[in-house]
Nanobody, 114 residues
Framework: QVQLVESGGGLVQPGGSLRLSCAAS????????MGWYRQAPGKLRELVAA???????TYIDSAKDRFTISRDNAKNTVYLQMNSLKPEDTAVYYC????????WGQGTQVTVSS
């Protein structure tokens, strides 16, 4: 059974950092482009960052220079390092395959607040 499990979220003050992890099981993700998505209350889910199978990252403008997406194919895991967090980054964060979405995991809550 394919499963994506996100972790690493929490409550952090503005300017703080978090590192999110997405562990995949039941599927080998090394050959797929993967993405980190987020959904804030009352808003649609949006793609925040993506990484190709070869490791090339892309970001939405608001995440550039603050977020870093990476992958460890040996661990079947994708990461999102988030620095200089802002209140507007508050959302539930999910990972998924970029093409042919898998069943969505439970996500991990990120709350940026003083």
């Amino acid at each position: 059974q394919v499963q994506l499990v996100e972790s690493g979220g929490g409550l952090v003050q503005p300017g703080g950092s978090l590192r999110l992890s997405c562990a995949a099981s039941g599927i080998t993700i090394s050959t797929y482009a993967m993405g980190w998505y987020r959904q804030a209350p009352g808003k649609l889910r949006e793609l925040v960052a993506a990484i190709t199978s070869g490791g090339t990252p892309t970001y939405i403008d608001s995440a550039k220079d603050r977020f870093t997406i990476s992958r460890d194919n040996a661990k079947n895991t994708v990461y999102l390092q988030m620095n200089s967090l802002k209140p507007e980054d508050t959302a539930v964060y999910y990972c998924n395959r970029r093409v042919g979405a898998l069943r969505w995991g439970q996500g991990t809550q990120v709350t940026v607040s003083s």
